[in-house]
């Protein structure tokens, strides 16, 4: 019974100061309101949430940081060197098609967050299956070696993490 009504306390309670905070206000209308919406929307929005993802493999989880930290600080550096010494050289930039195994939704919206965090790459469509990636990337000489990059840094040991 209890969970119904409260499905997600952190949320009720961060909406409940972030109305308060942003009206700028404790009169007793303010912090009903408050109180109300935050106690209604997270329990009108329950059915729409995932199940909690159970995490598998906590050191796999601090390998894909230094990963994706290790990927972000180079393609930093790789842009940066390509810009300044390359200025008006063109640059392999194309879509790449990535064919996925990974099906799990919180790990496919891991996928996505480090999809962005990484310089030169853009997440542009799954496939309606999940089945597929679309990415534009931005220096890519080599379509096939990129992919297989992307399988084994990020795909692999999310599949990892989430799925096994």
């Not at 009108?44 to 990927?71: C, E, K, M, Q, Y």
Request: proline letters at 8%.
């Amino acid at each position: 019974m209890m969970k119904r009504l409260f499905p997600a306390p952190l949320l009720s309670a961060a909406l409940i100061v972030a109305w308060l905070v942003l009206n700028a206000s404790l009169a007793a209308g303010d912090v009903l309101l408050a109180v109300g919406l935050g106690l209604a929307v997270p329990a009108l929005l329950a059915p729409l949430r995932t199940a909690r993802p159970r995490i598998r493999h906590p050191l796999t989880v601090l390998r894909l940081i230094a990963v994706v930290g290790r990927d972000v600080l180079w393609s930093n550096a790789l842009v940066l060197r390509t810009l300044v010494t390359r200025p008006g050289r063109p640059m392999h930039k194309r879509f790449v098609r990535i064919p996925l195994e990974l099906r799990d939704p919180s790990a496919l919206a891991a996928l996505a967050v480090i999809t962005t965090v990484v310089p030169g790459t853009v997440w542009c469509e799954l496939a309606r299956d999940s089945s597929a990636l679309l990415l534009h990337v931005w220096d890519a000489p080599d379509e096939v070696a990129f992919i297989a990059h992307y399988k084994r840094s990020y795909e692999q040991p999310l599949r990892e993490i989430f799925e096994s």
